[in-house]
């Protein structure tokens, strides 16, 4: 099992940057997958970044160029390094891992981001 903390949310102006952290309870280099999702009130929990064991990363395109995912597996640790936020990034943000075939989720950082 994976069990994931999220750290580093908090209420930004527009523009602003914030970085997120999860930490994992074990080696991020022992999973194959991890990623950022997030999900604002009324919407649906939507994939934000991903990246694969080779630090390959994916990401939406509406966060495309402006946030940046990355792991240190010395930390065992993925961030999102968010730049240029806009107030439509507001959301409570969640860190997730595939291990073995299944998804663990951490508990959600809120990011507030106003006009």
């Known amino acids: 099992q994976v069990q994931l903390v999220e750290s580093g949310g908090g209420l930004v102006q527009a523009g602003g940057s914030l970085r997120l952290s999860c930490v994992a309870s074990r080696s991020t280099f022992s999973i194959g997958l991890m990623g950022w999702y997030r999900q604002a009130p009324g919407k649906q929990r939507e994939l934000v970044a991903a990246?694969?064991?080779?630090?390959?990363?994916t990401y939406t395109d509406s966060t495309q160029g402006r946030f940046t995912i990355s792991r240190d597996n010395a930390k065992n640790t993925v961030y999102l390094q968010m730049n240029s936020l806009k107030p439509e990034d507001t959301a409570v943000y969640y860190c997730?891992?595939?291990?073995?075939?299944?998804?663990?989720w951490g508990q959600g950082t809120q990011v507030t981001v106003s006009s």
């Open positions: 997730n891992a595939r291990y073995t075939g299944t998804l663990y």
């Open positions: 990246i694969r064991r080779d630090d390959i990363a």
